[in-house]
């Protein structure tokens, strides 16, 4: 009985979101002539932070140049309505409500950047500035946490490999790191140290940022980036567990030095540097073998590098994948 109840209020999310109505939509923009670069991001509309509006509401992402999915048949959509309200933003509370309950009040706009260290181009801009050279795509990825749920989301965004190349990064530099705004006045849980010590900090590897799945995205359901979903710019990392897609990036520095990431810092037994998602590697408190997509009733198996093998596998070959978790 109990079963059957939740069967009825947790239904396939291919039942809610039509994909096909929506990538439809996407060729329709296409058809419209619409698709001219990156220009028109982020001009024209308010910032988003309700959960409920519909997939497609914000024309402001429209120009999107180029695209693609790395998903199958089996990975339809996470509906609009739980990717922008089962979140996990630490600066806003540590409850999957608390984002989008208490994002509403944060302000994306306007937003600066600075990018730093070892490199020939470094700077402060404008987000416009800094998204202006890029071209828009739209990457539909799977996002697994390392909690053990998992979403099917289609982002917009910029490549990262260009933006690292854009800011030549020199001989000595190996890694990329990457910071989250502070901002207590606006992010509730930042006025506690006890959350997390902030600002949120995250990090690759060169060559991991270089891969081509990476993206910093602007967007999601063709639409600006809501708050809880870390506006109005974050990481995207889809063979990575959840926690290394920073959200809300106002710094990124080139270094020499491996970047000590939030989660690490946190509990360096149970979160590493790379947190490649990997099924043969349990949390010391779970295991990572099977996970729980929102909206499917039954878990399902847990893919190496999330599924990105192909992608991203020769990145590690070599190392040893439980020591360098
Ligand atoms: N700054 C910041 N970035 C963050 C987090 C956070 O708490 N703070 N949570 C991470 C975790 S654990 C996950 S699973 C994803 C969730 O992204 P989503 O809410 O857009 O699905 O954001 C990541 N980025
Ligand atoms: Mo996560």
Not at 229 to 239: E, K, Q, S, V
Not at 243 to 249: E, W
Request: charged share 25%.
């Amino acid at each position: 009985m109990l079963i059957r109840m939740a069967r009825k209020s947790t239904p396939k999310s291919s039942e809610i979101t039509p994909k096909d109505v929506y990538l439809n939509r996407r060729r329709f923009i296409a058809g419209t002539g619409l698709i001219a670069g990156s220009a028109a991001l982020g001009l024209n509309s308010a910032p988003v932070s309700a959960a409920v509006e519909p997939p497609g509401a914000n024309p402001a992402l429209s120009p999107i140049v180029d695209g693609y999915s790395k998903v199958g048949a089996d990975d339809p959509l996470t509906p609009y309505t739980d990717v922008t309200s089962y979140n996990n933003f630490y600066e806003f509370g540590t409850g999957k409500g608390d984002p989008v309950e208490n994002a509403g009040p944060f302000n994306p706009k306007p937003w600066e950047i600075t990018v730093d260290g070892m490199c020939a181009n470094p700077g402060t801009m404008g987000l416009e500035d800094f998204l202006k050279p890029h071209d828009l795509e739209e990457r539909i990825y799977r996002l697994r946490c390392v909690e053990a749920w998992s979403m099917v989301v289609p982002w917009v965004g910029i490549s990262l490999a260009d933006v690292v190349k854009r800011f030549e990064p020199n001989g000595s530099a190996k890694y990329v790191q990457f910071e989250t705004i502070v901002r207590k006045e606006e992010m509730v849980g930042q006025r506690s140290r006890r959350i997390l010590p902030w600002p949120y900090i995250e990090g690759l590897r060169l060559d991991e940022a270089m891969n081509p799945l990476a993206i910093l995205a602007v967007g999601l359901y063709g639409e600006e980036l809501p708050n809880q979903n870390g506006a109005p710019i974050r990481l995207m990392t889809p063979w990575k567990y959840g926690f290394k897609s920073i959200k809300s990036i106002v710094k990124i520095t080139f270094t020499d030095k491996k970047p000590k990431n939030t989660w690490q810092v946190m509990a360096s037994n149970e979160y590493g540097f790379y947190a490649n998602v990997n099924p043969g590697v349990d949390h010391p408190r779970w295991s990572q073998a099977r996970e729980r997509r929102i909206g499917d009733f039954l878990r399902r198996e847990t893919l190496m590098f999330n599924g990105y093998e192909e992608e991203v596998g020769e990145l590690y070959a070599g190392m040893n994948l439980r020591k360098e978790y």
